[in-house]
């Protein structure tokens, strides 16, 4: 898994580093290696770097230093590098001082936009993790001219440090150079961070446990179920499905078929829509009540099931059961509006909670706000469950406060009946006898790429969405086999 830590961890960690390190040894290895990928980007844009313009937006502080330093590394290429320097006063004196020695030149905000207008790479050196809110306005007025590739130091200015959040003017970065860590904004904030590429520069031992991880394709790979010889559908995981109805048949169908593309065990669905169900999936075992559906090991309840007195006895009962359940949709109204029904619940058995946004404010009487991993870690503490947030980025908090994010591959996934399909993944992977969080996860990363599958560049469908899930499993698997 992937580490990414707080930016108040990243600080304490660097003042360690910098106390048994040169003076500048750091900030120099890590302009190098800001210089290395302007470098690149050069060439992978024009052909050349030798000859280029690149122009430099430095603001105050180490961001503004590293752009600095990179610079003047820069123009040992024979890069033609001008720094536009947005408070003169307070520009790095170390780095500056660099640059003009290099001979690369400086000049005020008043002075840039020809430079600006003609550069082939503009490096954003604005803000550094300190900074918090919007641009200001003469630099974001600066931005309004550029039309060359975007280079941003550590994060893109404008944009929260630890939520990823936008409230104004913010930078677009085609990519991000970050040094020793991950920042909470490289994966919450993907549209504006593009390539993310991480700087070694010897930070790690200074760390300690990260605050937040990501889930990489190799690690849903080894926690894919694959089954043995020994295994035959019980063993595999039986999940039940506990969605839709005779008037709204859409969600028993897209949940049902989710868990059958899923797993290769046993799916049991229980609910109006049987004959739907049966219809589109001759493997399932179809029952008209939760009641008659046998025994499983884990359930998936809530699409489509209404929010009326019928689906609440289907959540109660099916919390009742002693086996993990995630609650998706109507299930997850019915828990806020009637919160009696958890108590059929044995607080040891896991619990998956799904909520989108709106639901999330049902749950918890406010909305997520922009720090949506505090707000994950909120839910899943009062209601003692694993709580999976969706949203572009998918959060995916447990009770004991480990979290989880899944970095989207677009956007194509916000569309009617795609939660649907992931309670399904979540279910089996569940009955499959997943650690619940890393289940979430793990469903959640097929889920984002089942979609990119599906849309392929273009706007997709629930549907569509469903009939990738095999293809990215098999994607998955491919990294392991």
Not at 361 to 388: F, K, T, W
Request: aromatic share 4%.
């Amino acid at each position: 898994m992937q580490g990414i830590w707080t930016t108040k961890r990243i600080r304490a960690a660097e003042d360690k580093l910098l106390a048994v390190t040169a003076d500048g040894a750091l900030m120099r290895k890590a302009a190098f290696g800001l210089s290395v990928q302007a470098a690149d980007m050069l060439a992978e844009h024009t052909g050349t770097v030798s000859g280029r313009r690149v122009i430099l937006l430095v603001g105050s502080g180490n961001n503004g230093g590293d752009a600095l330093w990179a610079g003047a590394f820069l123009r040992r290429r024979n890069v033609a590098v001008c720094a536009v320097l947005l408070k003169p006063d307070r520009a790095h004196v170390a780095g500056l001082a660099a640059l003009l020695r290099s001979g690369g030149r400086a000049v005020s905000i008043e002075d840039s936009l020809q430079w600006i207008r003609n550069a082939d790479l503009v490096v954003d050196g604005i803000v550094g993790i300190s900074a918090h809110g919007s641009l200001r306005p003469d630099a974001a007025a600066l931005l309004e001219h550029v039309s060359a590739p975007v280079l941003a130091v550590d994060l893109p200015s404008g944009v929260d440090p630890d939520t990823g959040a936008v409230d104004g003017p913010a930078v677009t970065a085609d990519r991000t150079v970050t040094f020793g860590a991950l920042k909470p904004v490289h994966v919450l904030a993907p549209t504006h961070c593009g390539d993310v590429v991480l700087v070694d520069i010897g930070l790690r031992p200074e760390l300690g446990d990260p605050d937040l991880e990501r889930l990489d394709t190799a690690d849903v790979a080894a926690l894919w179920p694959v089954p043995g010889p020994a295994d035959d559908k019980y063993s595999q995981g039986v999940v039940g499905i506990a969605a839709g109805s005779a008037t709204y048949p859409g969600a028993a169908v897209l949940a049902s078929g989710s868990a059958v593309h899923a797993t290769s065990g046993l799916v049991r669905y229980a609910g109006h829509a049987a004959d739907a169900v049966r219809a589109h999936w001759p493997d399932v075992i179809a029952t008209g009540s939760v009641t008659d559906a046998g025994r499983v090991q884990a359930w998936v309840v809530g699409p489509g099931i209404g929010t009326g007195q019928e689906g609440r006895e289907m959540v109660r009962h099916v919390l009742g059961q002693g086996v993990p359940v995630c609650a998706d949709a109507d299930a997850t109204t019915i828990i806020a509006r009637s919160p009696d029904v958890l108590d059929a619940r044995d607080p040891d058995t896991p619990l998956v909670l799904t909520p989108h946004a709106g639901e999330y404010e049902r749950l918890m009487g406010v909305a997520p706000g922009a720090d949506r991993i505090a707000a994950a870690r909120a839910a899943a503490r009062r209601y003692n469950a694993y709580v999976l947030l969706k949203g572009n980025c998918t959060i995916v908090a447990a009770p004991d406060g480990r979290a989880l994010v899944n970095t989207p591959r677009g956007s194509w996934l916000a569309t009617a009946g795609s939660g649907d399909v992931l309670s399904g993944l979540v279910g089996s992977l569940l009955a499959a006898g997943l650690d619940p969080w890393l289940a979430a996860g793990a469903a959640a990363h097929v889920h984002s790429l089942a979609g990119a599958l599906a849309a392929d560049g273009a706007p997709t469908h629930a549907s569509g969405v469903l009939a990738s899930v095999s293809a990215a499993i098999r994607s998955v698997r491919s990294l392991s086999s």
